[in-house]
């Protein structure tokens, strides 16, 4: 079976635009986080969807927003970007949203390595 | 709000050489403790869980780590490391409560293995 699979690998943009980033589940997962990875530093989360529903935000600015489709893929977008948005953005999935032992286990892609001139 | 302290961030070994990884974590309920393994240019990889039960947990590829309840860590050990266990490793931890699965990291311990 096909893991998490994200587009694109690698975005380079200039300051100011507008990006979108796009992630497919495992096949019969139904929640996809996305996390930031600035260079030498740990992932940190920005948001969770389940069941095409927002379940987390974590501490970002407005001009990031997400949502999931009815198949369950989702999209991250950031607009305005800046410098510091340059970074790996990793999408991961798992079974559920919250509240089995399974939604617990997170599956990550790859990541999209974007780079902000 | 929960945190993850992951005090070395450089680990070098010799190959066939023991390792232990340390990662202390900061909550104020219980959680749910995972190690993570990445290799450059690539994303996570699971390497281990506790969620619940013994306190210790075997992963993949020999990985193992213990849960301390008392001293608040979850440090990751291998007996024998190869060369291809080269890689930064990443503790992170998850509270069962929120209605969420969120993932707090640490800051990661890049392990060196050297012939």
């Known amino acids: 079976d096909a893991g998490v699979t994200q587009s694109p690998t690698h975005l380079i943009k200039t300051r100011g635009q507008h990006v979108t980033l796009r992630c497919s589940p495992i096949?019969?997962?139904?929640?996809v986080s996305w996390y930031q990875q600035v260079l030498g530093q740990g992932p940190q989360f920005i948001f969770q969807?389940?069941?095409?529903?927002?379940?987390g935000r974590g501490n970002f600015p407005d001009r990031f927003s997400a949502r999931q489709f009815p198949n369950y893929s989702s999209e991250l977008n950031v607009n305005a970007l800046l410098l510091g948005d340059s970074a790996l953005y990793l999408c991961?999935?798992?079974?559920?949203?919250?509240?089995?032992?399974?939604?617990?286990?997170?599956?990550f892609g790859p990541g999209t390595r974007l780079t902000v001139t | 709000a929960q945190s993850v302290t992951q005090l070395d961030s450089q680990v070098p070994v010799f190959e066939e050489a023991p390792v232990e990884l340390r990662c202390n974590y900061s909550?104020?309920?219980?959680?749910?403790l995972f190690w993570y393994v990445q290799y450059p240019n690539q994303g996570l990889q699971l390497l281990l869980k506790?969620?619940?039960?013994?306190?210790l947990v075997k992963g993949i590829n020999g990985f193992e780590a213990e849960f301390n309840k008392s001293q608040t860590s979850f440090h990751l050990r291998k007996p024998s490391v190869h060369i291809s266990d080269t890689a930064e490793y990443f503790c992170?931890?998850?509270?069962?409560?929120?209605?969420?699965?969120?993932?707090?990291f640490g800051t990661g311990t890049q392990l060196k293995v050297e012939l």
């Open positions: 991961a999935s798992s079974l559920s949203g919250s509240g089995s032992f399974s939604s617990y286990e997170q599956y």
């Open positions: 096949s019969g997962h139904k929640s």
């Open positions: 969807y389940y069941e095409k529903e927002e379940r």
């Open positions: 909550s104020s309920v219980s959680v749910y």
């Open positions: 506790y969620l619940s039960g013994s306190t």
């Open positions: 992170a931890v998850s509270v069962p409560t929120g209605g969420g699965n969120k993932l707090t």
